[in-house]
């Protein structure tokens, strides 16, 4: 037994052990970002051309993943698909959890990011648009060469904040059981009954990571700025 | 040669154009005068077609097209042959001046990059800003952004060019800038429809004065015509309230 209640030694003796976890906690974050910006798109055309029904579906969908905790919808993901899906004779109950944890946040960081996507677009003036029509660009092509590199540009921030949100999100993904850097705390600390060192080393992990992001955020922003000279 | 035939337009329960007919011959430069609503800017968007009109008829060179009808493709045609310049100019804001005005030419006509940056680059020298290619819209003033807008215009080659009061949301002092180009352009026999007020460009330029109001064509005819000896009493009331001087006169 170690003495005392924190031993900063110990830190550095669980890091690598907190850092072997590391992978897991990218991989949901990675996966969720790029499918659930697919998905943020998807829902920001629905509600930007107002289609009939999917916008309402829509809207409901978006206050619902934005006005609920993520543990909340963890478990209801976890447990709630498989028995929706079971009810059409599709069996997933023995799918790894990893696969209803990834899928949580990605249905979460499509809503949040469905409305990032929707203010970027709807605030580059629609007279570009007209413009790009009246030389001949097709609809597509307007929203590929003209709006979206703008959007893009104006959602940097939001997004960059998103991503960070979303690490820290990932946080409680324990509670399902699985084993990221959070769930490999929580095993060190249920086995040796030091909890602060595996906390302090969590920190200073998402801290890093944090900070990383945001000057990257920062260079990008800065990059596009500069070409465009506003 | 432009013609437009019988064209109808609503907005809800709002009649905006009531059944306008225009030819413009070509080489020609007509422009339109009216107060504000009378309907020249939905005239202009859906010659366009960035309003679709709720009825008549469009023929530029062999294209002949019903508004309400118009399939993709004949949209496509009419709008290749038609250039719009704008009040606000409407710029690509993520793109230089260069960028501006091949667009049109690399992305939807399939132009070869090097042959489109060759023609831009020809029509920038030709509104003045062979030394503004590579500027930003947020880098320019009001005037060369217009300008830009024109040589955007240009680029394309069309059978007309629209024009929907391009001075009017410039600073006085860089208005002449604009309408000595639009001089230029119109030298050059391009066929070109103004919406104006500025009356020193329609006497010097017009081969034919427009005055529309509440949806039709009350007169036309040649600019000292329009201007000088209107026909109509409205025709009067209007241009009285825009030139001043006149109420001297009477
Ligand atoms: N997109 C639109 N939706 C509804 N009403 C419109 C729209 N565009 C123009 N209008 C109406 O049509 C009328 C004519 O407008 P406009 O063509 O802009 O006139 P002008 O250019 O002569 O000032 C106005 O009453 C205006 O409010
Ligand atoms: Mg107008």
Redesign the pocket.
Known sequence: MLNGLFDPATVFIYLPRLLSKLPVTLLIVVTATLLGAAGGMLLALVRLFRTPVLNQAAVVYISFMRGTPIVVQLFLVFYGVPWLLDHVGIDINRWDKLFFVILTYTLNTAAFKAEVFRAALQSVPSGQAEAAYAVGLTRLQCFRRIIAPQALLIALPSLGTGLAALLQDTSLAYTLGIIDVMGQVHAIASGTNRMLEGYVGAAIIFLTLSVALEKGFGRIEANLLIKRHH | MIEIRDIH?T??H?L??KGVDLKVDKGEVVVIV????????????CINFL?RADAGEISIGDTHVAFRQATARQVSTIRKQTAMVFQNYNLFNNMTALGNVMEGLVTARKVPKKEAEAVSRAVLDQVGLADKCDAYPSQLSGGQQQRVGIARALALNPEVILF??PTSALDPELVGEVLSVMKAVARKHITMVV?THEMSFALEIASRVIF?DG?VVVEEGAPQEIFLRPKEERTRQFLRRILPETDYTI
């Open positions: 337009k907005f809800g709002n905006v154009l009216g107060p504000s609503g009378s309907g020249k800017t939905t005239l202009l968007r309003e929907d009061e919406v529309m949806g």
